[in-house]
């Protein structure tokens, strides 16, 4: 421990956290992402990877990504508007806005940096506003404080307070209006009510965006998300956010819209603008993932399959799961401390399932974000809930 003065701030913080049962620590992968995965020098089974379809390990996946770092090399050099815009680049965007039914679609090297480019470039003013679910992920709730723009936070999915939030703003040509929400919330597993909030958005004059990180490739018929699943378009939700390192199993995101909101974001995201892009070769192995999100259909309908399982199983142990029909499964203990023992408790028998706890969720909700994979099988499935009907105690 250094003498430092400066430090002792961050010694006592870190100290309250470990108290407090609130303590993060990482764990060492050796093997690929998969369910079935060495982490910490043990075997485990994993039920926290947001792998959704099963295609972070795919061989066709890897080996589209060995093909384009033989033709690209590893890293893509430069800027998007420099020299770093390559060929796989360019056909992942066209084919992400063919997917998703919009005009354009614009890389971004990640999420996070995705929402807090669309937000400063869209909103310019202290006069504008930004109104975010109260449960939005973290990259959206910083989108709207870093913005500069006035912030205000609706309770959760509930459309008749942002209605009232909506019409006590003062009718201003000159302000712009951001209703930023999650499609699938991350931590909870429920979804948006996009219809309602298109309608709200519209009779308002007011931008929506809908961040379908954990949407996308899960609902709907073809796999394109949430907006897919509810018959929403470009014109009824003009921006949509969308992230490659979930169910299509690679790295990255993109933000999709019309032909001018795009061409508005490469002239002023400054998050786009000002980053080096993606490497080639992880842009080429995501038109393979996309392409078998698209087509192999049975992944979706198996993932279902075991989610059914998973929470008829679970009421039949009485767990306090959360209402969501999304591979985000939920189990609310709580106490942050109960749910980090739980967690420890299923690490020992060789499962692991990650404790969420505060400030991710609200205090007193610290749960197990319990999350499936196509990949995952349904004796996988029972091999979970026979060890949680083991180590639960209500």
């Not at 809908?210 to 018959?231: C, Q, R, S, W």
């Not at 014109?235 to 508005?264: N, Q």
């Not at 959360?322 to 690490?347: H, K, N, R, V, Y």
């Amino acid at each position: 421990m250094t003498n430092d003065p400066k430090f002792d701030r961050l010694h006592s913080e870190l100290i309250a956290r470990h108290d407090r049962h609130l303590y993060r620590r990482t764990r060492t992968t050796d093997s690929a992402q998969q369910p079935h995965m060495h982490i910490d020098g043990k075997p485990m089974l994993v039920f926290c990877s947001n792998d959704y379809l099963g295609l972070a390990n795919h061989p066709d996946v890897i080996h589209a990504m060995q093909v384009a770092a033989n033709t690209y090399g590893v890293g893509s050099g430069a800027a998007h508007l420099v020299s770093g815009h390559s060929r796989p680049h360019q056909q992942l965007e066209e084919a992400l806005a063919a997917f998703t039914g919009r005009e354009r679609a614009l890389l971004f090297s990640t999420g996070y940096m995705a929402n807090l480019g669309v937000a400063n470039a869209l909103l310019s003013s202290r006069n504008d506003v930004v109104y975010a679910d109260r449960l939005n992920h973290a990259s959206l709730v910083d989108a709207g404080l870093l913005s500069g723009a006035k912030l205000i936070r609706y309770p959760h999915n509930d459309t008749s307070s942002l209605g009232k939030r909506l019409l006590a703003q003062e009718e201003d040509n000159n302000v712009t209006q951001l209703i930023l929400t999650d499609g699938v919330f991350s931590m909870d597993g429920d979804v948006a009510p996009v219809g309602k909030l298109a309608v709200m958005a519209r009779e308002h004059d007011a931008w929506l965006m809908v961040d379908d990180a954990h949407g996308i490739g899960v609902l709907g018929k073809n796999g394109a998300g949430l907006l897919e699943a509810e018959g929403l378009g470009q014109s009824d939700v003009p921006i949509l956010m969308g992230t490659l390192g979930k169910a299509l199993g690679t790295a990255g995101a993109f933000v999709a819209g019309s032909h001018e909101l795009i061409e508005y974001l490469i002239q002023t995201a400054r998050t786009w603008i000002y980053t080096t892009a993606q490497p080639p070769a992880i842009a080429a192995a995501t038109l393979t993932s996309l392409q078998l999100a698209q087509t192999e259909h049975w992944r979706r309908e198996h993932l279902q399959a075991l989610i059914r399982q998973f929470r008829l199983g679970a009421s039949q142990l009485g767990l306090p799961l959360m209402p969501s029909d999304t591979p985000i499964q939920p189990i609310l203990i709580g106490s942050s401390e109960q749910a980090l023992l739980l967690s420890q408790q299923l690490a020992e028998a060789g499962i692991l399932v990650t404790a969420i706890r505060p400030p991710t969720v609200p205090v007193d909700t610290a749960r197990l974000r319990v999350t499936f994979s196509a990949a995952h099988s349904s004796a996988d499935v029972d091999t979970l809930l026979a060890a949680l009907e083991t180590h639960f105690r209500p």
